[in-house]
């Protein structure tokens, strides 16, 4: 039982570039979300899922896209990064919408 | 400004000393979460408090929640030096969709 897991753990971008930040979860959660962590700050939800083929836009949701094709698999898209979209982002999942599970986070550094 | 907010930022003690952590909020919530993050690392769930509830206790953690005043305090009784660590509150706006964490309280316990 992994858990939540992401994928990569690092990445470097330029300006422009593209990327998918992947999360899978081998617990049948229902929610998932995306957030990112900025110095100093808390964590903001970016999108989130409750359930497979659903999304949703959180607090920050501009510059990403999200798919949920799979229950297991919540991908996190930029499609033309800026480095204001440098951070660490969190991947969570929950069973019940309360207690959620966190990955062990993706730094993201765009130049 | 957010949601919920810690207070103190920072706080620091001693081994085997009581460290309380404040969480204030400013609309009306399903539940308040409570969060530790280790340097570096996801998050991970301590506590959770609903609504219509106003004192819980998990081991050495107890969590007060006052909605009259939109206040959570979280209180770490007999520190240990492995509580090292920023704590986070989380309010869910609304059934698992819309959760808000504040910036944190970065907790060091000397030994």
């Known amino acids: 039982n992994a858990g939540v897991t992401q994928t990569p753990k690092f990445r470097v971008l330029k300006t422009g570039q593209s990327m998918t930040l992947l999360c899978a979860q081998d617990?049948?959660?229902?929610?998932m979300y995306w957030y990112r962590q900025d110095p100093g700050m808390g964590l903001r939800l970016i999108h989130y899922?409750?359930?497979?083929?659903?999304?949703a836009k959180g607090e920050v949701p501009d510059g990403y896209n999200v798919s949920r094709l799979k229950k297991q698999n919540f991908l996190l898209g930029l499609e033309s990064a800026a480095p204001s979209q440098t951070s660490v982002y969190f991947c969570?999942?929950?069973?019940?919408?309360?207690?959620?599970?966190f990955g062990p986070g993706t730094r993201l550094t765009v130049t | 400004s957010q949601q919920g907010e810690e207070d103190p930022q920072a706080l620091s003690i001693q081994e085997g000393e009581n460290a309380t952590m404040n969480c204030s909020y400013k609309?009306?919530?399903?539940?308040l979460q409570w969060y530790r993050q280790n340097s570096g690392r996801g998050l991970v769930h301590l506590i959770l408090?609903?609504?219509?509830?106003r004192e819980k206790h998990s081991g050495r953690l107890r969590v007060t929640l006052d909605t009259s005043k939109k206040s959570s305090s979280l209180l770490i009784t007999a520190s240990r030096a492995a509580d090292t660590a920023s704590y986070f509150c989380a309010t869910d706006l609304g059934y698992g969709q819309n959760f808000v964490f504040g910036p944190g309280t970065r907790l060091s316990v000397l030994p």
């Open positions: 408090i609903r609504s219509n509830e």
């Open positions: 609309t009306s919530i399903n539940n």
């Open positions: 969570a999942s929950s069973y019940t919408g309360d207690e959620q599970y």
């Open positions: 617990m049948n959660h229902e929610y």
């Open positions: 899922s409750v359930g497979e083929g659903t999304t």
